[in-house]
């Protein structure tokens, strides 16, 4: 395996011959990401790229089922909930080690979740942990025994096993994070079928088989995760013989994989929005009449067939229509309408107003930024705003937007893939999740009525009642129009013939463990 794995790290400096000489290092699958991920720290990220790398080097106590998402046990055997919903005890399984020898047991998952939730834990300081909104109904983490562990919460909390299935629940080594501190992201361990080899900042980070693996070893001897960030360098590296599977093919590369034998094309329907950010405390979308012509008038049909090529459908609000419990489909999407859009821009005084529009370069979902962000610009000029767009590599972005745009920017592209219908609005629509109280509301949106619905369906464990919530909520925040609504994207990747065993999951997250490569 040593001579594989130093194949996987000498492969980028290759120079890379004719697509009928190029070849990868046999039983070593080359993945084309779309960026560089900030961190592999589980905790500490929340970009879909960074996950689809941590999915393979951590487990935790539940994961989703192959093809759903649907909880299933992993580090933990089973579970029992209290009648009154607030209190979760967990059975782990008593034969599992960490990838640095160290024992998994309750400690263990304490350690992690108290290190992300206490701040006054003696690890906290290795954050920030962005997405521990996720878990913020936790009271108390309880090690019971040595595989008993007790998580005892506020209230009932009706998303908490699909969120411990999420990247933000993985379950990390206290050992290795006392050794590396804060740069533990650099030093990922966890008890996952991969362990990690090493990361080439702006080049590939290499994971190579766990032998130990307490679910089987997987057959694959490593994997390379190769940062790409432009789609059509990563479609020229998949033609040239350079990678071996790569994720968000853009439409035009999709098109010509189809008819070449010599690959095969993944596609999956998923929970996912791509949407445009509106900086409702200041400039012209302070005025609700100024964000609802924006939805009028960007050309969404055109978007999702023209530029998209059909890999997309048209998103009507916050909850996507993949969550049919939560989305009945009677909002129906902003219809183009440039008149009325120029009707209301005029009614509120706004023409002829300058936007300043981020814009990433990729990025996780974010399908084709760039042009759609040009045909955007497009369809606002035709009524009357002036669109001025700023582009940015993709952390960088995040940098930009994440903290807020108050006083930077008027509109930024944004893109969600989630595992239940609470996990975007509860993080980016309420009044409490604004970015300087840890949310990821960068436009400032605020309404008691959607804030209060948001914590009543956390609260309720019905579906059919909370499917009912969800509802109203789509409605409200649909006529408020704090965000463009634009598209749902159906996720995609492709492989050479010679990959065996991958499927596209529901959660956007990578699984590599049945890969095979032939």
């Excluded at 962000?373 to 960088?396: F, H, M, P, S």
């Amino acid at each position: 395996m040593r001579k594989l794995v130093a194949a996987a790290f000498a492969l980028c400096a290759m120079v890379l011959t004719p697509p009928a000489l190029a070849q990868t290092p046999p039983n070593v699958l080359i993945v084309g990401q779309i960026a560089e991920p900030k961190s592999l720290d589980p905790q500490a990220v929340t970009a879909t790229n960074d996950f689809r790398i941590l999915m393979n080097v951590y487990d935790g106590l539940v994961r989703f089922k192959k093809g759903t998402l649907e909880v299933e046990p992993a580090l933990a055997k089973s579970w029992d909930i209290s009648e009154d919903g607030k209190t979760y005890t967990f059975h782990l399984r008593d034969d599992v080690t960490f990838q640095d020898g160290t024992p998994f047991n309750a400690e263990a998952v304490k350690f992690t979740f108290d290190r992300m939730l206490k701040d006054d834990h003696p690890f906290h300081d290795t954050g920030p942990f962005p997405l521990a909104f996720f878990f913020s109904q936790v009271d108390e983490v309880t090690a019971k025994d040595e595989h008993t562990v007790v998580f005892k919460l506020k209230e009932p909390f009706a998303p908490f096993l699909s969120n411990l299935a999420y990247p933000t629940g993985l379950i990390v080594s206290p050992a290795a994070v006392k050794e590396y501190g804060q740069d533990f992201g650099r030093h990922p361990v966890g008890t996952g079928a991969f362990k990690f080899e090493g990361w080439d900042p702006n080049s590939k980070v290499v994971v190579s088989r766990n032998e130990d693996y307490w679910d089987g070893a997987p057959q694959l001897e490593a994997v390379v995760f190769r940062p790409i960030a432009d789609a059509n360098t990563r479609v020229a590296e998949m033609l040239s013989g350079g990678i071996d599977l790569m994720v968000e093919v853009p439409p035009d590369g999709l098109a010509q994989f189809r008819q070449d034998e010599n690959y095969t094309v993944y596609e999956e329907a998923g929970p996912h929005l791509w949407f445009l950010i509106l900086n409702t405390r200041e400039g012209p979308f302070s005025d609700k009449r100024v964000r609802q012509a924006v939805n009028y008038a960007i050309d969404k049909k055109a978007l999702t067939e023209d530029v998209l090529q059909g890999t997309a459908t048209i998103a009507e609000g916050p909850i996507p229509g993949a969550f049919e419990w939560a989305n009945d489909g009677s909002v129906e999407p902003y219809p183009h309408d440039p008149e009325k859009a120029k009707e209301l821009i005029r009614a509120a005084g706004a023409e002829g107003k300058t936007l300043t529009f981020y814009v990433p370069e990729g990025g996780s979902g974010m399908l084709d930024p760039v042009a759609m962000a040009t045909a955007i610009q497009a369809d606002l000029k035709k009524v009357g705003l002036d669109a001025r767009i700023q582009t940015y590599e993709w952390n960088t972005y995040l940098a930009n937007v994440n903290p807020g745009l108050q006083g930077k920017a008027d509109m930024a592209e944004m893109a969600w893939m989630t595992n239940d219908p609470d996990t975007l609005p509860f993080l980016a629509l309420r009044t409490d999740a604004m970015p300087d109280e840890g949310g990821f509301n960068s436009g400032y949106y605020s309404n008691p009525e959607v804030d209060a619905l948001l914590d009543e369906a956390r609260k309720t464990t019905d579906q059919e009642k909370r499917g009912e919530l969800y509802e109203k909520v789509q409605k409200i925040v649909h006529d408020d129009a704090p965000w463009a609504f634009v598209a749902n994207w159906k996720q995609n990747a492709v492989s050479t013939a010679a990959v065996q065993g991958f499927e596209l999951e529901p959660s956007f997250l990578l699984v590599l463990k049945d890969v095979t490569k032939g």
